[in-house]
């Protein structure tokens, strides 16, 4: 017998193992729910240490199919410290800039976002159901996953976007061989139409009927943060938010360490990041409403595009109830934020980590965040996916003759004196 099951998030109901993501009785999604107490007695901190550093040494926590051998190393992605983004968010000082992280799931593999955590749980569960093709609805990131899972475990790929997907995200998932079907709608009319054919094909679509098992892939983001960390709870966590399901659980990760006793309890506030062109869970967050009201998308953070959020009612339910809050920032603060995280820290991050790091920053100036705090910001995708965002962002420079006395000239027109190398900022000099 499995140590988990689909039970109703609202009726409890119990549903066992299947296909399913929406409870009969009352219309509610399902989630999967664990015997704890067993749980207890066959894991522990020091076993999971001791595994390879991939989101596979969570296995008890995720609903895998028993004798489960996953065969790609997804997850374990860096968590750092970020000081120099730190001072410019927060005019932290030197001494609170170290309580800044990243979660850096721009390398996360096989596809570069935090999508392949979710996938890799919800093939185990396609494959263990018996399907033969896995499918999906997706606003680019999660195309790329599922294709590339699908091809490294001989599953046949079926991917609906919506047409205007940027071309890296829709090459990046025919390259596996997937069949990528362009849609011309936005993401929740695509979702919509997969839900039909779900009704009709037997496929295994990783978000609509395996949904519930594919969501928990989510909480190895909070897992390793916490053990990243120490097996320590951070202050306060900002994440993307598109279909709200990756805050949620974060949350439930954190709760179910607290619950085995790894680590010790804590308030963590969460707090969301959305583009203000599709930003229906922050604007009830801010306006005080518990529900959702859906809005139609119009932002470059193509892969937050979500105008009716699947989890948005427990997205806001997250925030609310931890004490956090949530922001949302204009398409020009999304490619500063962007820029401002490459030239600090180091770290290309495609748009939603561009709005994961404005936000962050409006987050810090209104006071809603304290830089003395431990705060996790969670970079969820790889700027190389959406290049075009910054597209005239940084003219060509003209080329020069391979000529040291060309050089020389183009030398003493560089712009200013900081941009000629050897000469260093007086500030960076003494060590700030
Ligand atoms: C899908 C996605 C998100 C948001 O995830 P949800 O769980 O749907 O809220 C955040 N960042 C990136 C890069 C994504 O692809
Ligand atoms: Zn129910």
């Known amino acids: ?102 979660k850096n799931d721009a390398v996360c593999l096989p596809t570069l976002s935090f999508k392949d955590r979710v996938v890799a749980v919800a093939i185990s569960q396609a494959k263990a159901f018996g399907f033969d093709t896995v499918s999906c609805s997706s606003t680019g990131n999660l195309a790329n996953a ?47 139409l997969c839900s039909q054919i779900a009704d009709e094909h037997r496929w295994g679509f990783v978000n609509v009927n395996l949904r519930p098992y594919y969501a928990e892939g989510s909480k190895t983001v909070g897992f ?46 969460f707090f969301g990041a959305q583009a203000t062109g599709c930003s229906p869970i922050s604007t009830a967050v801010k306006t005080g409403s518990s529900e959702i009201e859906p809005q139609k998308p119009a932002t470059i953070a193509r ?58 920053g409006k987050l810090y100036r209104q006071d809603r965040i304290n830089p003395e705090e431990t705060t996790v910001l969670c970079i969820t995708g790889n700027g190389l996916k959406t290049t075009d965002a910054l597209a005239g962002v940084y003219p060509t420079e003209q080329a020069i003759a391979p000529k040291l006395a060309e050089f020389e000239r183009y030398l003493q027109q560089v712009l200013t004196p900081a941009d000629i190398p050897g000469v260093i900022a007086e500030a960076e000099a003494v060590g700030a």
């Open 1 to 102: 017998m499995s140590h988990y099951e689909l039970r109703c998030r609202e009726c409890g109901r119990a549903w066992g193992n299947q296909p399913r993501s929406i409870c009969d009785d009352c219309f509610s999604p399902l989630e999967v729910a664990y015997d704890y107490d067993a749980l207890k007695a066959s894991i522990s901190r020091e076993r999971i240490s001791q595994r390879p550093p991939n989101m596979w040494r969570y296995s008890e926590l995720l609903p895998l199919p028993q004798g489960y051998e996953p065969r790609l190393p997804v997850g374990f992605t860096p968590l750092f410290q970020a000081p120099r983004l730190a001072k410019q968010l927060s005019g932290a000082t030197a001494a609170a800039a170290g309580n800044l992280y990243l």
């Open 146 to 192: 599922v294709a590339a899972h699908a091809a490294r475990e001989g599953l046949k790929a079926w991917i609906f976007i919506p047409s205007d997907l940027e071309p890296a995200k829709i090459l990046g998932t025919n390259v596996f061989g997937a069949k990528v079907v362009r849609i011309a709608g936005n993401y929740d009319q695509v979702n919509r």
């Open 224 to 269: 390793e943060i916490a053990e990243q960390l120490g097996w320590r709870l951070p202050d306060n966590v900002v994440c993307p938010m598109a279909g709200g399901s990756l805050i949620v659980k974060i949350k439930k990760a954190f709760d179910e360490l607290i619950n085995l006793g790894f680590v010790e309890a804590k308030e963590v506030k």
């Open 303 to 360: 892969s937050l595009a979500i105008g009716n959020p699947a989890d948005g009612h427990y997205a806001i339910k997250v925030i609310k109830g931890s004490g956090g809050w949530s922001e949302d920032i204009s398409d020009p603060e999304i490619i500063n934020s962007i820029k401002l995280l490459a030239e600090t820290e180091g770290v290309f991050t495609e748009t939603a980590g561009g709005v994961t790091v404005g936000t962050a």
